[in-house]
Nanobody, 117 residues
Framework: QVHLVESGGGLVQAGGALKLSCAAS????????MGWYRQAPGKQRELVAT???????KIADSVRGRFTISRDNSKNTVYLQMNSLKPEDSGVYYC???????????WGQGTQVIVSS
């Protein structure tokens, strides 16, 4: 079992920045891809960014150039640095992880991000 705990969400004005953190209950060296997804009210959950165990990243077109995903395996934590935030970035941000040997996805409880115009 993997527990993921997100933090760092909040209310910010458009153009501002937030940094989300996701702490895993096990060593992230035992996890393959980790990532961030978001869900706005009335919309489907969508991929924001992922990072592999080796550090390769994938970034959604909608946030490329503004968001950066990183991973610190020594702290068992993945981060999402969000700059130049827009109101359309608002939503609940969820951390996701895939175990190296146990099939299935693990999710955190989510952290709310609200960007005011």
């Amino acid at each position: 079992q993997v527990h993921l705990v997100e933090s760092g969400g909040g209310l910010v004005q458009a153009g501002g920045a937030l940094k989300l953190s996701c702490a895993a209950s096990i060593s992230t060296l035992r996890l393959n891809d980790m990532g961030w997804y978001r869900q706005a009210p009335g919309k489907q959950r969508e991929l924001v960014a992922t990072i592999s165990r080796g550090g390769s990243t994938k970034i959604a077109d909608s946030v490329r150039g503004r968001f950066t995903i990183s991973r610190d395996n020594s702290k068992n934590t993945v981060y999402l640095q969000m700059n130049s935030l827009k109101p359309e970035d608002s939503g609940v941000y969820y951390c996701n992880a895939q175990h190296r040997w146990v099939p299935g996805d693990y999710w955190g409880q989510g952290t709310q991000v609200i960007v005011s115009s």
